[in-house]
């Protein structure tokens, strides 16, 4: 038998403000290692490219990727296939560095509720896992737990071997709402509880 129920989302201790932990954002990943590749590729392109325009001007002859790229672009048709992937790649490389300008990375961080506006906390899903299992494990009739933890849910799928699933259900609604409580997360996750039996054997 299998039974689910959603609690509902739980709110800030007494006396918190809820414009500060509202406030408190996602964590922003710095990304060196894809910007440190983006300029240094680019550098090396403007680099070898103002190279060969001053070696042009200087009466030099043109590098010969150069001429082949210009004669190449000057004979290729739009719908040559080359030019199709050459264009598809650029599109695809476009659009990887517009999504890690525009989202903030750093999903395995939670951000916490703001005591003080210059103080900024996050608690990784890990340990927010480990925190719920735990107090799921402490549950009377509680045989196995496993825990997700997404940015605004929290999937429990408990296992009942001795007691009616309804009442472990209603235990672990009652003290794993508390448990996430007890995170100080900026945006507690909906809570989601499920408990079956265990299988026969055989």
Same mark, same amino acid.
């Given at each position: 038998?299998?039974?689910?129920?959603?609690?509902?989302?739980?709110?800030?201790?007494?006396?918190?403000?809820?414009?500060?932990?509202?406030?408190?954002?996602?964590?922003?990943?710095?990304?060196?290692?894809?910007? !440190?590749?983006?300029?240094?590729?680019?550098? !090396?392109?403007?680099? @070898?490219?103002?190279?060969? =325009?001053?070696?042009? &001007?200087?009466?030099?002859?043109?590098? %010969?990727? %150069?001429?082949? @790229?210009?004669?190449?672009?000057?004979?290729?048709?739009?719908?040559?296939?080359?030019?199709?992937?050459?264009?598809? /790649?650029? *599109?695809?490389?476009?659009?990887?560095? =517009?999504?890690?300008?525009?989202?903030?990375? #750093?999903?395995? /961080?939670?951000?916490?509720?703001?005591?003080?506006?210059?103080?900024?906390?996050?608690?990784?899903?890990?340990? !927010?896992?480990?925190?719920?299992?735990? &107090?799921?494990?402490?549950?009377?009739?509680?045989? !196995?737990?496993? *825990?997700?933890?997404? %940015?605004?849910?929290?999937?429990? %799928?408990?296992?009942?071997?001795?007691?009616? $699933?309804?009442?472990?259900?209603?235990?672990?609604?009652? *003290?794993?709402?508390?448990?996430?409580?007890?995170?100080?997360?900026?945006? $507690?996750? &909906? #809570?989601?509880?499920?408990?079956? &039996?265990?299988?026969?054997?055989?």
């Amino acid at each position: 038998m299998s039974e689910t129920r959603s609690a509902p989302t739980v709110a800030g201790p007494p006396g918190s403000t809820p414009s500060t932990g509202e406030s408190s954002g996602r964590f922003w990943s710095p990304r060196r290692v894809p910007a !440190a590749l983006v300029a240094v590729l680019l550098l !090396a392109c403007a680099g @070898l490219l103002l190279y060969d =325009i001053a070696a042009v &001007r200087a009466h030099h002859p043109a590098m %010969r990727w %150069r001429r082949e @790229l210009a004669r190449n672009l000057a004979e290729r048709p739009l719908d040559d296939t080359w030019v199709l992937a050459g264009a598809a /790649l650029a *599109v695809a490389l476009g659009l990887w560095l =517009i999504a890690l300008a525009v989202t903030p990375g #750093l999903r395995d /961080l939670l951000p916490m509720r703001r005591p003080h506006p210059d103080v900024r906390a996050a608690l990784r899903r890990d340990a !927010a896992r480990l925190v719920l299992r735990d &107090r799921a494990m402490d549950v009377a009739g509680v045989r !196995a737990a496993r *825990v997700r933890v997404r %940015r605004r849910k929290a999937d429990v %799928r408990a296992v009942s071997h001795f007691r009616d $699933p309804d009442d472990v259900r209603a235990d672990l609604d009652t *003290v794993l709402t508390d448990a996430i409580g007890d995170l100080a997360l900026a945006r $507690p996750p &909906r #809570l989601s509880v499920h408990v079956t &039996r265990p299988g026969r054997k055989g």
